[in-house]
């Protein structure tokens, strides 16, 4: 008969497993100052890992803030597009779709040029990206992984 920490070590096995296989992770931007004036946005994103997949969370006052997804000319030079509509409800999220670089702008004011409203980031191949192991005839798509997590885990559930 099972102990009940052997079935939570498999459930717990089972969620990781969920968890980086098939959960797109969402990004509150600036965590707790979301976007906000005078916060250095490229040292947030230095350590993060984006993937297709994710979400950017921009949490703003509506009233003094808004953000607009640029191209890098834009971006370099804190131009707003006049051609485009800004996210402005204050609580946007924005799907990380397609990889490589994405660039955001606070439009209002001059709170990109001078307040350091803006936003870099890098977004890589959806998550995980298991090491390219060509010819490896046991490396398993990331598919067949959540099936072995969700197995674990509905096993871990209905037999313990
Ligand atoms: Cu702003």
């Known amino acids: 008969m099972a102990s009940s920490s052997a079935r939570l070590a498999l459930i717990a096995v089972s969620m990781v497993l969920l968890w980086s296989v098939c959960i797109a992770t969402d990004y509150v931007?600036?965590?707790?100052k979301g976007w906000s004036p005078y916060f250095n946005y490229t040292q947030w994103a230095?350590?993060?890992d984006f993937h297709v997949g994710d979400r950017l969370v921009f949490?703003?006052?509506?009233?003094?803030?808004?953000?607009f997804k640029v191209n890098g000319t834009l971006f370099n030079s804190c131009t707003a597009?006049?051609?485009t509509e800004p996210f402005s409800s204050g609580h946007d999220f924005i799907s990380l779709e397609t990889e490589g670089r994405k660039w955001y702008i606070c439009g209002k004011s001059d709170h990109c040029?001078?307040?350091?409203?803006?936003?870099?980031?890098?977004?890589?191949?959806a998550a995980p990206a298991p090491a390219p192991t060509s010819g490896a005839p046991h490396s398993l798509p990331?598919?067949?992984?959540?099936?072995?997590?969700?197995?674990?885990?509905?096993?871990a559930i209905l037999f313990f």
Request: glycine content about 4%; hydrophobic content about 35%.
């Open 29 to 32: 931007v600036g965590d707790d």
């Open 81 to 83: 597009p006049n051609d």
């Open 46 to 48: 230095h350590d993060k």
């Open 59 to 67: 949490k703003y006052d509506k009233q003094k803030h808004n953000v």
């Open 113 to 125: 040029v001078n307040r350091q409203m803006k936003l870099l980031i890098y977004v890589g191949s």
């Open 142 to 155: 990331s598919s067949s992984s959540f099936y072995i997590a969700a197995t674990l885990a509905i096993a």
